[in-house]
């Protein structure tokens, strides 16, 4: 990782406080993924409000989620691990110091990433037809569970409570996709005037990380939202 | 004193180097930061001890008579809320901290440092916001938020306030990640681990709670937020939900983040107490990592304020007992401490009386947290003025001591200049005496069941004698608080000049000069000997001594 | 670094095995496994995350013992968060 | 003068002994820790102060110490752990046979319901030496029901109940206040608790225009609500036979089992379809919004009054126990 060793020249993207590109190097890898645990932490306030709230409501949890698409979830789920590849190409075009495919790649995960948020947009324009956004407007009727009349009625209550951690977990998800595409829009114009060598492409790492991490809560959020009980 | 004298007395340093707004608002030394937010938190102190006189004087008498009765509900937490978020959880890593940290472990500056002058941008912001909240309306919930007054009662700023929070959490966030990546990745060569100031072991453990405690504050507030506004249902029983839930992530953090604000207050102590005892701490690897306990024990605890709340019995139970497990690693340092000045060499300067005082009082707030942790004993105590006695115990009595103790011990280094030791002592016993006359009545008013948050007790006239006691106090407290700031600043212009060590200390932060330069050192220092080598600084006479 | 585990063929497996996940865990929704259904779906979304974690973010054999410090760090603390959360959720009914 | 400035709140409950028992051990041991480090600090500070020709000796620690006082406070910890456990414990059951009081608690007041119907406002009236189980909800914030004298204090929650109970000891009238904060008035959120010699609380009992008994309320609104056309005491009903429901275990229909307390009527009547008995369809509707949190407590009142050997009601005879219903023990 490190060739720059041999350079007597000190790399020009070394700041001033440090002794050496490794050394640079190393903090930054390893202020990011603290940063990431914060991440962790943060979506993990969520998941504990819908852990507990799913376990006390099963029946109503099950029921709404019957309401969202597994297609469009699904869809989502491919693109958003194709947008990982992409951007794990993008790193290693950039390791190897090829500027144009690195660009071309970064560009692909925007253009990904930006399928992901129409999707959801998508999703949720349905979901605001059908009313089942919480609110005043809100109603779930429970044709999801047409033809199983021994399921118990479905508590409205808990059914918006449902779609309540549905909006805030993936509205939360999607906004920091946005911040990686914006993320990544920047580092495409940086990476096309070649601000990005062999020895120091940190920052593409970095962005990689984050939206590795993005990728990786939404595996998560697939089956814990849309696949409640699909078999009923 | 002429001041061309000192002018030319002076070398060129993190302070004169250069003049102007721009270089204070854009620099990313860490020093300068850590002025900037020196200046910002005293500001947002004074502003919290002007609604706490507030409180004390509506308090004298029974009846609710100098303020309204939502104004109170107002002062109370505008109170908790700035002197919890904006004080007294950034104060010592801010400031100190900031100061410090590159400087002990030998390094030019913190790892990211854009990103240290943007934290305080982020404490800045939030600070701004929640000023703008005060002047507008300001929030009556308490500094606790519980649901469902917060989020479907009560009319006043909520949001606001919520985002005030938010932002100055990221802020902290960002603080304790950069400290983490500085003892990482920064030390001189031979600045292993076992050779750590203990100072720079608690910075680096109240990273850690701030790294994983503050996101949970931090979404929970937007849960709080989304429910207010959208009428999400997460926390309101009308809605479904179970108030409790708040409760139990609230705590998450609020718990966890009192030990942000007392482990940089004993990482001073543990500074402070060698240096005037001439002596190696005692049990160094004990307090160091008795500093990391704290930091994760603290994260189990959290619902021992939710023992009456309507909890499970049996959690109640696990959390009244992990509660007693993480007083030991208190107990320790507090054992070591004393054990330190055994056959020492002890003299009596201002920091060393603050640090007396911290020991003196945070001992009774942390005993008094067994009471509290004790289930029985909480049924009858919790949500009164026990409680109340209790934290401020610590949090004053303990926290803002050390405070004050480091600041009066670093001062030299930060300005370059000595305070007067004869004004430092006697503010010192003004503080500890106001404190003490404030705070012990609040116990037995506690133990007689005056509840917390009450504006108004003219059916309990009762429980006037001691809120009368307690209200002296304070006023004299308040002094004891302004006189440091008009000697700190009057000794900038006409103070003595400081000797790079003043206290003949160990750290390295001693062996640059006073006030330091920019990158701290001319050259990367190595580090040959271990931390607190007073056995190999020969004694000599410091300032103050008589 | 592993020279075959930073390869361009390793990534685009690695990304086939994702894909091939999701299938499986799509599928096995439909079919009622009683209360192994959520144990499974979590269970493979695991196995998906580790793969991304492992080899996407490399992880694995590159990077130095302090990350996987810092991320076991995180998951234990999370674990904190839900494990005694649940505790009190789990026991209220006991009494 | 001591009636202006206390310094020990009145014992009135058979709990403030023990908790005061506890307290004091505290007091004592924390003074003692206290004695013990101030002297020590002061005695280093004198014995050891700088001056000419004495010279600070290095020690570098010492690990039996260092165990010796962690082991020890641990200990001592583990006693205060056990002991406040045992005392809360008391505090959390409530004896069988209490006399109920049902609480609901509103921004800022306090009203209380007794079992034979007499209603209060911030005012409790209750005789010395009978245990008192308090059965409280919350119509819109949290609140807590704290009366020192007794030193008993809970939380009062929106959306299902809490309880306390307490024994008084001492006639008297006593403070109570509500310690959670909850809005603008929460300061006068207060009342009070009179505690009468038996003969009195008789003498009050017949001073006061007492409804009916709660149960009795509770037994018309089943009849009104159109309850009892589903839940009958034949085996006819659509719904389960409510005798003797109270306190037993209850199978659901996805396997677990709950014990049927005063949260799982009120869930029952709010949300039926949380919660179904094993062997039924979900077919009860919900009563969510139509009855008020009085009301609910009266139908729970008549609910647990079928459990009971002084049933309000002639028809309420004793039944053979429902096959989903298990004997608790
Ligand atoms: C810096 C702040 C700080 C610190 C360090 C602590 C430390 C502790 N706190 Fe405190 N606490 C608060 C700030 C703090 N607290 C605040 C702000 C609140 C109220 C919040 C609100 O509701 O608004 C609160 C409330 C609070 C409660 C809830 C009360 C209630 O609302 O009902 C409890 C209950 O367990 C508690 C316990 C403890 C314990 C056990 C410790 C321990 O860590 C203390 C450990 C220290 C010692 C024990 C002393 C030294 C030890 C010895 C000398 C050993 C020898 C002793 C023996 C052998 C007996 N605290
Ligand atoms: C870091 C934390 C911190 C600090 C330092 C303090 C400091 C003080 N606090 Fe505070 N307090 C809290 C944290 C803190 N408090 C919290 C978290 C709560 C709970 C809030 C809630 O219930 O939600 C609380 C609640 C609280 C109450 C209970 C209110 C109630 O429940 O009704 C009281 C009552 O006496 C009180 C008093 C004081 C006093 C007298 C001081 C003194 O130490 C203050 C001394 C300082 C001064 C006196 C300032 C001196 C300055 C001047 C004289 C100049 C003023 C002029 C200008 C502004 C120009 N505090
Ligand atoms: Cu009701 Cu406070
Ligand atoms: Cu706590």
């Known amino acids: 990782m490190s060739h720059s060793s041999a350079a007597t020249a000190p790399n020009p993207a070394l700041r001033h406080h440090f002794a050496e590109m490794e050394q640079q190097k190393n903090a930054a890898s390893l202020g990011m993924w603290l940063f990431l645990v914060t991440e962790i932490m943060f979506f993990g306030g969520m998941f504990c409000a819908y852990l507990i709230y799913r376990l006390q409501h099963f029946n109503d949890f099950a029921a709404a989620s019957q309401s969202l698409s597994i297609k469009l979830g699904a869809t989502n789920t491919a693109v958003l691990i194709t947008s990982s590849l992409t951007v794990v190409l993008a790193v290693h075009a950039a390791r190897h110091g090829k500027r144009k495919l690195l660009v071309l790649y970064l560009l692909a995960t925007i253009v990904l990433g930006c399928t992901f948020l129409g999707v959801k947009a998508v999703e949720y324009t349905d979901k605001f037809k059908e009313h089942h956004v919480p609110g005043p407007s809100f109603n779930f009727a429970p044709e999801y569970m047409q033809g199983h009349p021994e399921q118990s009625p479905v508590d409205m209550r808990h059914a918006e409570m449902f779609f309540s951690l549905y909006f805030v977990m993936t509205g939360m998800h999607a906004l920091h996709m946005i911040i990686g595409v914006g993320l990544f829009s920047g580092l495409t114009w940086l990476a096309w005037k070649g601000r990005y060598t062999k020895d120091y492409y940190t920052p593409i790492e970095m962005a990689g990380l984050y939206w590795h991490f993005v990728d990786v809560v939404w595996i998560y959020l697939f089956p814990l939202l849309y696949l409640i009980s699909r078999h009923r | 004193m002429s001041t061309t004298a000192i002018a030319v007395a002076e070398h060129e340093n993190y302070l004169n180097k250069e003049y102007g707004i721009k270089s204070w608002l854009l620099t990313t030394d860490h020093k300068r930061i850590a002025l900037l937010y020196l200046m910002s938190i005293t500001f947002f102190f004074f502003i919290g001890g002007f609604f706490a006189l507030l409180i004390r004087l509506e308090l004298l008498t029974p009846a609710g008579d100098l303020v309204q009765a939502d104004t109170y509900n107002k002062l109370f937490t505008m109170h908790g809320m700035v002197m919890v978020f904006f004080f007294l959880i950034p104060v010592v890593p801010a400031t100190l901290g900031n100061f410090l940290v590159p400087m002990m472990i030998g390094a030019k500056d913190l790892a990211f440092p854009r990103i240290n002058l943007l934290s305080w941008y982020l404490y800045m912001i939030g600070g701004v916001l929640i000023m703008h909240c005060m002047l507008t309306g300001g929030v009556d919930t308490g500094w606790t938020f519980y649901t469902p007054y917060s989020t479907a009662f009560t009319n006043t700023k909520i949001i606001e306030a919520g985002l005030a929070a938010f932002v100055a959490g990221f802020s902290s966030i960002f603080t304790g990640l950069n400290f983490i990546v500085t003892v990482h990745r920064m030390r001189a060569p031979g600045m292993t681990w076992s050779r750590l100031p203990l100072f720079i072991w608690s910075q680096y453990a109240t990273s850690i709670i701030m790294i994983l405690g503050t996101p949970v504050i931090a979404i929970t507030i937007v849960l709080v937020a989304a429910e207010r506004l959208f009428h999400l249902g997460i926390f309101d029983p009308k809605l479904g939900g179970d108030p409790l839930l708040f409760q139990h992530l609230f705590w998450f953090y609020s718990h966890p983040a009192v030990y942000i604000m007392i482990l940089p207050s004993m990482g001073i102590i543990s500074e402070i107490i060698p240096c005037f005892s001439r002596k190696r701490i005692f049990g160094y690897k004990f307090v160091a990592l008795s500093s990391i306990g704290i930091a994760v024990l603290g994260f189990l605890v959290w619902a021992h304020h939710m023992f009456v709340a309507g909890m499970s019995v049996y959690a109640a139970l696990v959390f009244s007992f992990l509660s007693f497990l993480v007083a030991i690693p208190s107990a320790i340092k507090i054992f070591n401490w004393t054990a330190t000045m055994y056959k020492g060499s002890i003299s009596y300067q201002t920091p060393m009386l603050y640090a007396f005082g911290f020991l003196g009082l945070f001992t009774i707030g942390g005993l008094t947290g067994l009471f509290l942790a004790s289930l029985g004993i909480d049924v009858h105590v919790t949500d009164t003025y026990f409680v109340v006695a209790h934290f401020h115990y610590i949090m004053v009595g303990g926290v803002l001591m050390g405070y004050l103790g480091g600041m009066h011990f670093w001062w030299p280094k930060i300005s370059g200049r000595m305070y007067p030791e004869g004004w430092g002592r006697l503010a010192a016993l003004i503080v500890f005496i106001g404190f003490n006359l404030t705070f012990f009545p609040q116990f037995i008013l506690g133990y007689l069941g005056m509840p917390r948050r009450y504006w108004d007790y003219s059916h309990m006239p009762e429980f006037q004698i001691l809120n009368v006691l307690s209200t002296a106090g304070s006023t004299i407290l308040g002094v004891g608080y302004l006189l440091p700031m008009v000697y700190f600043l009057w000794s900038m212009r006409y103070g003595k000049l400081a000797p790079d060590n003043p206290w003949n200390a160990a750290g390295l932060e001693w062996k640059t000069s006073s006030p330091p330069t920019t990158y701290n050192f001319d050259e990367t220092p190595v580090v040959d000997f271990e931390a607190y080598d007073y056995e190999h600084i020969p004694d000599r006479e410091v300032p103050g001594e008589s | 670094m592993a020279e075959h585990s930073s390869s361009v063929g390793f990534y685009i497996l690695i990304f086939a095995i994702l894909l091939v996940l999701t299938a499986t865990t799509v599928g096995a929704a439909f079919i009622n496994l009683g209360p192994l259904n959520p144990i499974l779906a979590l269970g493979i979304a695991t196995v998906k995350a580790l793969l991304v974690v492992l080899f996407f973010m490399h992880v694995k054999g590159a990077s130095e013992k302090m990350t996987k410090v810092v991320i076991l760090a995180g998951l234990f603390w999370l674990l904190l968060l839900l494990g005694l959360t649940l505790a009190d959720y789990g026991t209220r009914l006991w009494s | ?329």
């Open chain 4, 1 to 329: 003068m001591f009636n202006n400035f206390p310094l020990w709140p009145e014992r009135a409950s058979t709990m403030a002994g023990n908790v005061d028992a506890l307290f004091i051990f505290l007091l004592v041991l924390s003074g003692l820790m206290c004695v013990l480090i101030y002297v020590l600090i002061l005695y280093f500070a004198a014995r050891y102060r700088k001056r000419p020709g004495h010279v600070a000796e290095q020690i570098e620690g010492s690990t039996p110490l260092e165990l010796t006082w962690s082991i020890i406070p641990m200990g001592i910890f583990l006693v205060i752990f056990f002991w406040g456990a045992v005392i809360f414990f008391q505090e959390r059951t409530p004896p069988r046979g209490a006399t109920e009081v049902y609480v609901v608690a509103k921004q800022w007041m306090w009203k209380l319901q007794h079992e034979d119907g007499q209603r209060e406002i911030n005012e409790l009236h209750v005789p010395v030496g009978r245990d008192i189980k308090m059965i409280m909800t919350s119509q819109d914030v949290i609140h807590s029901f704290y009366v020192p004298a007794f030193r008993i204090k809970q939380d009062v929650l929106p959306g299902r109940y809490t309880t306390a109970w307490f024994r008084a000891t001492q006639p008297g009238t006593y403070h109570l206040f509500c310690a959670e904060y909850c809005g603008t008035q929460h300061s006068g959120m207060i009342g009070q608790v009179v505690v009468m010699e038996p003969a009195q609380y008789e003498a009050w009992l017949g001073g006061t225009t007492s409804g009916a008994p709660l149960a009795v309320t509770g037994q018309r609104l089943f009849a009104e609500l159109g309850c009892s056309t589903c839940h009958r005491s034949d085996t006819q009903g659509r719904g389960p036979d409510l005798q003797g429901v109270f306190g037993k275990v209850v199978l659901l229909e996805d396997g677990r089992t709950v014990t049927a307390d005063e949260n799982y009527i009120r869930e029952s009547i709010l949300t039926p379809g949380a919660k179904v008995v094993s062997g039924y369809k979900p077919i009860m509707p919900t009563f969510q919004g139509m009855v008020s949190d009085e009301q609910l407590n009266a139908l729970v009142a008549y609910i647990k009054s079928l459990s009971q050997s002084q049933v309000p009601t002639k028809s309420a005879a004793a039944t053979s126990p429902q096959p989903q219903i298990q004997q608790v023990q």
